[in-house]
């Protein structure tokens, strides 16, 4: 799966190859309205360099208003590969993660980042393609009073810094379920809610189903000092109804955590959380992993071919869409990566009074042919020819 | 609105720019899996050059199954300019219009295409940014027995080909009413039906709410016999909804013939319908209109600049999207242009089976919620901190 994966990035070639009046032709019509970099501080950037993590920092711009003012938020993503092989004993993988995390968490803090997220389950490998349950699912822990939830809250509070934190979360209440599950922390420390995958795939070695269900919690919207917050994890941006649902409950960030490799997805990443920001008028962020995982031992894949060790190469590329269409370049395609976005969440409003999709998108008529649809004897709206 | 904006193509930029190596790398994450360019005859080019349009043909590749035979396509997408000036008499520009389309479907009917599909109100000047009625509400008839419909009628038979018409449509029988319509004409010539436009924009010079009103004709598949296919109108690609209505009616192929314009929607372009055919699983073929259409009386904008007689840059790039997320490059921004695409129409059943987003969309809990949402008083599911 190496070689021609390994590149760096399409924005670093398209930067390097083409002239600078080709590369901006391609660049407004690839990337849209042009973002601002902004100025990384030696200090931080001698964080990402002793942390082996890359950083980058945009300011996506937006008018001023004459009633309200700026809501300039600064968003922190971050990818990561595990720092330690996958049979590492699970208390050092968590060590080390923990003290990976101290460190991204203080650069973004020194960036003024107020809400900051991880990858989809970010403490671990992404083991779910070996369809062992033993040691994996010892992973999993209390979404509310986990180890986790517990670092991570006192991070939050020292930093002022909402912090969202994909798990792997157990239920003890509910007879010791586990759960694909995004944790939300507030700037204050304290436990604010959490969020269910809601859409859980059965393609490639995403194997997720042999360990946890389809999310109960539907599609809360987290009302945070910062901002009202979503987030669809992973698989879940493959789905219009459930970037829509965050909408309808009126998010203005949705966060989309993934674990996601080349080969399956990557033409369709790009696409996909862009589109979801545009069609619903609110910032999407999407962060995916890096690096290639080796396991202890050899599973398949229903593809045909020889039973292996790697899952395929995490291809990293997270980025920022705003909803006039404009995005970040993409973070690294190998690399570690901090990415701190600047964005005026006013601009939502602003796009959904330019462009009306609220208005013109007509919920009535969806919401009874929804309806229709779900009945088993339901019949498609079919014209033919009457011979 | 010239100059930056009367480069060629992306796809132009980066392989003439950028070294082998490096273009294929952008071209998999870009545009995904290759697709295959196929053999024009110099026949069919020669009319191509005669008229002025280019021709691109490519295959989009997809596997055999065991039980059933590949259902191989060729799809034409027509994107043109209008050949006279918008001062011309109706009846004279309509004669051109057909004159080019005469030559433009022969071409199409020699590269074998069975189902060809021209840009919206393809006859007539998008002429809805002035807000006159005069002399454009002429432009409009019958969709099952106007000119246009008749005209079509005879190459349909002739060339054994579908044929989608999207006109200004005159309905005579409910008052004169017009809207905004795609007629579709079976490879007999026959009349199969007619869909209306179900999402109408209010933004920029897109002043098509002044005309007709959102169509009534909810979301038809038409099963022709080369294949069940959809028309969502233009803007209605802003909305994931009425794409997802057409996959709910069993559609394989949905065409989006569209007028819109750089500046307001380029960088969305690529996305939308891509992302429609990635999220339904199905393929769509999306079609703009090419160059600068000028009026005879000066009109504005609503945003402050001065009164002018341009609509802005109509910038073509007609492609086709497939549901396993390749797509063909674009056509040309500034020229007229043929596009035909080989497909399987197989590959739609494939990617389901392989992806399952059909499986795990959970239709139920959208209908629910969408019903819910309809409500005037509606309560988003928020999380807030209980102080």
Redesign the interface.
């Known amino acids: 799966m190496s070689g021609?994966n390994e590149?760096e990035s399409?924005e670093y070639?398209?930067e390097k190859?083409?002239?600078n009046e080709?590369y901006?032709?391609?660049r407004?019509?690839?990337?849209?309205?042009p973002v601002i970099p902004l100025e990384i501080s030696s200090c931080t950037q001698h964080i990402a360099d002793s942390q082996g993590f890359e950083i980058k920092a945009y300011r996506i711009p937006c008018p001023e208003e004459q009633l309200r003012s700026p809501r300039l938020i600064r968003v922190a993503a971050f990818q990561n590969q595990i720092p330690l092989p996958t049979t590492t004993k699970i208390q050092e993988m968590k060590d080390a993660m923990f003290k990976m995390a101290k460190e991204v968490i203080k650069a973004a803090a020194q960036m003024d980042a107020k809400i900051f997220c991880f990858q989809e389950a970010w403490i671990m490998p992404f083991a779910f393609c070996t369809r062992e349950k033993y040691p994996w699912c010892e992973y999993a822990e209390s979404a509310h009073d986990g180890s986790i939830t517990k670092f991570l809250q006192q991070l939050a509070k020292k930093y002022n810094m909402v912090i969202i934190s994909p798990i792997l979360e157990r239920d003890e209440r509910h007879s010791d379920t586990i759960w694909n599950t995004a944790v939300?922390i507030?700037n204050h420390g304290?436990y604010?809610?959490k969020h269910r995958k809601?859409?859980?795939?059965?393609?490639g070695d995403f194997n997720e189903s042999t360990y946890y269900f389809?999310g109960n919690t539907?599609?809360?919207?987290?009302?945070t000092e910062y901002g009202?917050i979503a987030v669809n994890i992973c698989?879940g941006r493959?789905?219009?109804?459930n970037?829509?649902?965050f909408a309808?409950?009126?998010a203005e960030i949705v966060f989309n955590p993934s674990a996601t490799v080349g080969g399956l997805?990557?033409?369709?990443w790009?696409?996909?959380a862009?589109?979801a920001a545009?069609?619903n008028t609110y910032f999407t962020c999407a962060i995916n992993r890096v690096g290639t995982e080796v396991f202890e031992h050899e599973f398949t894949s229903g593809n045909g071919k020889p039973a292996h060790k790697e899952f395929g190469y995490f291809y990293g590329s997270s980025y920022v869409a705003a909803p006039n269409?404009?995005r970040t370049p993409g973070l690294s395609r190998t690399k570690n990566g901090l990415l701190i976005t600047e964005i005026d969440l006013n601009m939502c409003r602003q796009v959904k009074d330019?462009?009306?999709?609220q208005?013109?998108?007509?919920?009535?008529?969806?919401?009874e042919?929804?309806?229709k649809?779900?009945d088993h004897d339901f019949k498609?709206?079919?014209?033919?020819?009457h011979i």
Chains 1, 2 share one sequence.
């Open positions: 021609v590149f399409i070639i398209l190859g083409l002239s080709d901006e032709k391609v407004q019509v690839l990337y849209g309205r939300v507030d304290d604010l809610g809601n859409h859980i795939p059965r393609v389809e539907g599609h809360p919207v987290f009302e009202k698989y493959h789905h219009p109804l970037w829509l649902a309808l409950n009126g997805s990557e033409p369709l790009g696409i996909e862009r589109n545009i069609a269409g404009s330019h462009w009306g999709f208005m013109t998108q007509r919920l009535e008529m969806y919401a042919l929804l309806r649809t779900i498609p709206q079919i014209v033919r020819k």
